[in-house]
């Protein structure tokens, strides 16, 4: 009797495949090893992605879909500068939860040898929409300075996007651990965005408790 179908064999070829790249770069990724780590034949690669590049595409798509269903769980409230501050907090906590499709998403050297178009390398900035929503509403209600919220997004993912490559390298030590970082980062970012400090500081505190409850047991 052949054997039935495994239906989560697409998904199981994307985690092994990201893992595969971040740990052992583009050269240790080829059908015959994707499919032997996953358990399952190199004719599965080809009926899902079509090719090897097919797949590293649906990795890169399959991280930021996972980041942004994390922002999607977040609630708007009367506080921009708290929901823009739990973004954050989910971006992290996204990323701790999913580092091999996190090394993925943004290519670099990771993707050498495989051809993604500029479409897919711009693939997720859907996911800053949110974002720039909540720095647009902090200008809005005057806890940041006037400025373009783009901007200012940008500005806050590249120092997000940088302390999270840190963490994962294992490179924050005490006493200038991870979570001490975050957190003064976070209040360092809102401040130089126009907030003010002890504002700044409230809204942050508010955020770590909205952390759990809104982003629930998937987080």
């Given at each position: 009797m052949p054997r039935k179908p495994d239906p989560n064999v697409r998904s199981t070829l994307i985690e092994v495949a990201a893992r595969?790249?971040?740990?052992?770069?583009?050269?240790?990724?080829?059908?015959?090893?994707?499919a032997a780590d996953a358990d399952t034949s190199t004719m599965a690669v080809y009926t899902?992605?079509?090719?090897?590049?097919?797949?590293?595409?649906?990795?890169v798509y399959e991280g930021f879909a996972r980041l942004q269903d994390y922002f999607s769980q977040i609630k708007e409230t009367d506080d921009p500068v708290s929901d823009l501050c739990v973004h954050g907090r989910a971006y992290r906590r996204n990323a701790l939860a999913n580092p091999h499709l996190y090394a993925v998403m943004f290519g670099g050297e990771s993707l050498s040898g495989f051809e993604l178009s500029e479409e897919d390398?711009?693939?997720g900035r859907y996911v800053l929409a949110s974002i720039v929503g909540c720095v647009g509403r902090c200008v809005e209600q005057g806890r940041?300075?006037?400025a373009d919220p783009g901007m200012v997004a940008h500005h806050m993912w590249f120092a997000m996007h940088g302390l999270v490559n840190l963490e994962l390298g294992d490179y924050l030590i005490e006493p200038w651990g991870a979570?001490?970082?975050?957190?003064?980062?976070?209040?360092?970012?809102?401040?130089?965005?126009?907030?003010g400090l002890d504002l700044a500081t409230r809204s942050v505190a508010e955020s770590a408790q909205r952390l759990d409850a809104e982003l629930g047991i998937r987080a």
């Open positions: 595969l790249l971040a740990e052992d770069g583009p050269q240790a990724l080829s059908t015959r090893r994707v899902h992605f079509g090719s090897m590049s097919g797949l590293v595409r649906e990795i390398r711009q693939h940041f300075r006037q979570q001490e970082c975050f957190e003064s980062q976070l209040v360092t970012l809102v401040v130089g965005a126009g907030d």
